[in-house]
């Protein structure tokens, strides 16, 4: 018997708030900085949903070096009765290396 593999996937969730040193500038703070671990996840609309404001800004973020070998499988807004504010999910999915390995699940430390 064969042992599916499943790829490495994490749960990130965004709010939007207000830059502290230029309040005429939004920003996306990471509200769980490491991601929360899951098996499958929430059903999200696409990313293609998001306004391009976000999408300019996760763009920017996910390509940076602390998420090479991850990929943003899917976006939306996060709705959360007990906080409030806007909030963003991301799901993103760890990708194969080039020889259909899987990488060793990689741990994202804090932003820089």
């Not at 018997?1 to 990471?30: C, D, G, W």
């Not at 999910?89 to 990708?95: I, M």
């Not at 290396?97 to 741990?107: K, L, R, T």
């Amino acid at each position: 018997m064969s042992k599916l593999h499943h790829p490495a996937r994490r749960l990130l969730v965004f709010q939007e708030t207000r830059n502290p040193q230029n309040q005429s500038e939004i920003v996306y703070l990471p509200v769980n900085k490491l991601g929360l671990p899951i098996c499958d996840g929430p059903e999200l609309p696409s990313i293609l949903e998001l306004p391009l404001r976000i999408l300019k800004v996760f763009t920017e973020m996910f390509n940076q070096p602390k998420y090479k070998g991850w990929a943003v499988l899917s976006a939306g807004p996060y709705h959360d009765t007990s906080e409030e504010g806007k909030f963003y999910a991301v799901v993103l999915e760890q990708t194969l290396q080039a020889q259909g390995q899987p990488q060793q699940e990689a741990i994202m430390g804090s932003p820089p």
